[in-house]
């Protein structure tokens, strides 16, 4: 099914493009180096152009698309130098902000945390690697978000749908979605148990697992690339 449909107006219609379109990007239906027409973007969407450029307006800033006078939006491609980076800068802001989370959760955000981390196992059991995705997407953003850093929040937002977008995610070529959805479990009980050193070892524990898989089916489907030298740079940060 075509990530580009007609959408239904809500509170944020530029919101909603810049999720279609980013959806677009990490299906492939949309792909890097391409150029395509805000015009035709908006003719698929059933919107006016306004909402569409300022949706392309906001990837630009996220690095995920390059908008080019008179020849439409381009989707950059991501190095895996970039998507390094990237897990560096996850592996030192996510944990202390999940330890702080722990602190910070009451009762009522433990038993969201539930529900999310329940909807995520469900929904992996389906197979559906990109509702698996949106799944694990909410529950880290809203553990994160318990942080009360609204810096960090859009930091780390910014950060995993610039891997996201450039369809570089671990499922299914090193993982399946439900290895994705289990691989919280370590996370969500030291949640439960209140254990702020446990949330914090077990998330670094997780973004760098996921890390090191994506690392590794990148450099396993493009000759030349030697996994060892990316993989032993993604620790560099933390001491």
């Known amino acids: 099914m075509s990530s580009m449909q007609p959408i239904v107006p809500k509170e944020s219609l530029t919101d909603q493009v810049t999720n279609k379109i980013r959806a677009a990007i990490v299906s492939g239906e949309m792909t890097p180096g391409n150029h395509y027409s805000a015009i035709a973007i908006s003719e698929k969407l059933g919107v006016s152009r306004t909402p569409v450029r300022e949706a ?22 991501i190095s895996l ?26 009762e009522a955000d433990l038993e969201i945390l539930r529900e999310l981390h329940h909807e995520m196992i469900q929904v992996g059991q389906t197979g559906d690697g990109r509702a698996t995705l949106e799944a694990d997407k909410k529950f880290h953003l809203y553990l994160l978000g318990l942080a009360r850093n609204a810096k960090l929040d859009g930091i780390v937002g910014e950060l995993r749908n610039l891997v ?53 089916a990148v450099c ?12 032993s740079r993604l620790e560099e940060l933390i001491f």
């Open 56 to 77: 392309l307006q906001l990837l630009e800033k996220e690095g995920i698309v390059t908008v080019a006078k008179n020849r439409g939006v381009r989707v950059n491609q």
């Open 81 to 106: 130098d970039d998507i390094v980076e990237v897990f560096q800068i996850r592996l030192v802001v996510e944990p202390p902000a999940a330890a702080r989370a722990v602190l910070n959760a009451s």
């Open 164 to 216: 996201l977008a450039h369809g570089q995610v671990t499922i299914p070529q090193a993982r399946t979605s439900q290895d994705l959805a289990g691989d919280r479990d370590e996370l969500m009980n030291a949640i439960l148990n209140r254990d702020p050193s446990g949330a914090q070892l077990a998330m670094q524990n997780h973004v760098l697992r996921t890390a090191q898989m994506l690392v590794r």
């Open 220 to 231: 396993a489907r493009t000759s030349g690339l030697n996994d060892e030298q990316y993989l």
